[in-house]
């Protein structure tokens, strides 16, 4: 009887992972034992030696010096031949799941098999490795690796090392915006604003949610916008074909002296019809395009927000394209039936007036129809109530590639201290050079509120255009003193309004905040004194031509301070 037979009538089961290499995870070849009892090809186990530099075993860890001189294991190898030989193993071999289970090139491979990988299953952000199912084992079983922690198999995670000193970054450096190690923390970065990478991925996170947050009111305000275009469209069609209907019953009643007058109203109607229902699709199909590009780009942050590791999140996040400028809000004000009342109403008259308008001369009729009552430039009511406002209220923080180096930026960037010396500042093309000003990382755009706490002699609460000047010190620089720039300059005793150099004193209670109103597409810039209650100040009424900024300028005085307010 064959050993296939024989074993099969005895009811053996074979485990293919008994005689596999557990270093390849293939069949034995060229089988060898070393001294612990477990058994390898003996290519890889030389490999693994090679490699490794220590002379342990891959599965118990048992470390043997010197290292051990290998045989072939004879009657092992023999064994596995016959196996294989009698179709023992090659049928367990097709039901395998490591053969559906080896690294492709665009897969994260496990760092520890050697020859043909195996796809990672995790990745270790303490061990910086990456491991398969069987070598994540140890990570499972031994309390040593309790505290790693372990998250989806990433290719990034020599990006987690410090170049400089080839160590773990888990540091943030808020003055340098930039992932450092400990050692980096007490050399180059000594002295600089630092914070965990948790804690400064957690601010990132609240940032990304508001602007996830910003994306979806906008989706929802296009949305309630599309379905009254959707709206205006039915009205429109439906007093198109109501003034028609008219038009047809009274040119009956003349059908022998006006036919032509009639296809010609309802050629002009029906034109017009087209023209402006064909005007409001376009803006419809402009908001959808934007419903579109603002839900991919949810998805986007969506996907940076699930990232499981800090570093990886940061680096992504730094990269996030900004968002693109919101199309201007339309208000839409629907009037059914009355776009082209004025032609029924020209009609009846022709029609009562018809015998004496013959005898004298036919004139033409004036076809005139209402414009279609979408208009974007229409500003919305401002806000009365400080209720209203925080309903806009938008989160600012500043932009420390902007702020002059005597400017010491904290509270996670929202918080700006004049200091008396100079700060190692990396060269940037938007710093500002000689003037103690800074300006904010957000764009703004749409209708927007923030407040900004002040303490000192002088600060100045401002918004301004990215192109403000930067370099040198002049009125070009200076908020309030250019065409660039608005301004409210504020100190104890009185609240003064500055752009184009133009100083103008404002009345109003002196107080420690000041709240702005931004409507852009209105072009309206209030400014409010806040307490117990709010104040106008001033209001700016203009057209504004780019993306605002908000910024703060400090005079000269030392510990002069303001920062933008959470107000949610």
């Not at 002379?55 to 064994?79: G, H, V, W």
């Not at 170049?163 to 180059?188: A, G, P, R």
């Not at 940061?314 to 339309?330: A, F, G, Q, V």
């Not at 209203?388 to 600012?396: C, P, V």
Request: charged share 30%; hydrophobic share 30%.
């Amino acid at each position: 009887m064959s050993l296939r037979g024989e074993m099969a009538q005895k009811g053996v089961q074979l485990d293919r992972e008994t005689f596999s290499c557990s270093i390849c995870l293939d069949l034995l070849k060229d089988p060898v034992s070393i001294p612990c009892g477990h058994s390898y090809c003996m290519d890889c186990i030389k490999e693994f030696w090679d490699e490794k530099k220590i002379y342990s075993c891959p599965q118990c860890r048992e470390t043997f010096i010197p290292r051990p001189f290998l045989l072939k294991n004879t009657m092992l190898a023999d064994l596995v031949e016959q196996l294989k030989k009698a179709g023992l193993l090659s049928l367990r071999h097709e039901a395998s799941p490591a053969d559906h289970c080896y690294a492709g090139p665009e897969d994260v491979a496990c760092d520890v098999c050697t020859g043909r990988k195996l796809k990672a299953l995790k990745s270790c952000l303490v061990c910086l490795v990456s491991y398969c199912e069987k070598h994540l084992q140890p990570h499972y079983e031994l309390p040593i690796f309790e505290k790693h922690k372990l998250v989806e198999p990433s290719k990034n995670l020599q990006e987690n090392i410090c170049s400089h000193h080839d160590e773990v970054m888990k540091i943030f450096c808020c003055t340098d915006q930039q992932l450092i190690c400990y050692l980096c923390s007490v050399d180059e970065h000594k002295g600089h604003d630092t914070v965990s990478a948790a804690a400064e991925r957690t601010e990132r996170q609240k940032e990304l949610q508001g602007s996830r947050q910003n994306i979806q009111q906008r989706i929802q305000d296009r949305e309630k916008d599309v379905k009254l275009l959707k709206q205006e469209v039915e009205a429109i069609n439906h007093s198109a074909d109501k003034v028609v209907e008219d038009s047809e019953k009274i040119f009956t009643e003349l059908i022998c002296v006006m036919e032509k007058r009639r296809s010609d109203v309802k050629q002009q109607v029906r034109f017009q019809q087209e023209t402006e229902v064909s005007r409001v699709k376009e803006l419809q199909e402009k908001l959808e395009q934007e419903i579109t590009e603002l839900k991919r780009k949810d998805a986007e942050m969506k996907k940076i927000s699930d990232t499981e590791d800090h570093n990886q999140f940061l680096h992504n996040y730094s990269s996030l394209s900004p968002l693109s400028e919101s199309t201007d809000s339309p208000s839409i004000n629907i009037r059914p039936l009355r776009y082209f009342e004025d032609v029924t109403a020209a009609v009846s008259e022709v029609r009562d007036k018809l015998q004496d308008f013959l005898n004298e001369k036919l004139t033409n009729i004036s076809l005139t129809v209402t414009e279609a009552d979408v208009l974007l430039s229409n500003p919305q009511p401002e806000p009365k109530t400080r209720a209203d406002f925080l309903k806009y209220s938008r989160e600012i923080t500043l932009d420390p590639n902007t702020a002059h180096t005597q400017l010491l930026l904290s509270e996670g960037n929202r918080k700006g201290t004049l200091i008396s010396h100079p700060q190692s500042f990396s060269s940037h093309p938007d710093r500002f050079t000689k003037e103690f000003q800074v300006l904010s990382r957000e764009s703004l755009t749409g209708r927007c509120y923030w407040e900004v706490e002040w303490r000192g002699e002088v600060i100045y609460v401002a918004v301004a255009y990215k192109n403000v000047t930067r370099a040198g010190s002049s009125n070009a620089c200076r908020f309030g003193l250019n065409d660039k720039s608005w301004a409210i300059r504020c100190d104890n005793n009185s609240f003064k309004l500055l752009y184009k150099n133009v100083r103008t004193l404002v009345p109003g209670p002196v107080s420690s905040r000041v709240g702005v109103y931004l409507d852009h597409s209105a072009g309206i810039l209030s400014f409010y004194s806040v307490s117990d209650t709010m104040t106008l100040l001033h209001r700016v009424q203009t057209t504004f031509t780019q993306p605002l900024y908000a910024g703060l300028s400090f005079f000269t005085t030392t510990k002069d301070a303001a920062e933008f307010c959470k107000l949610k």
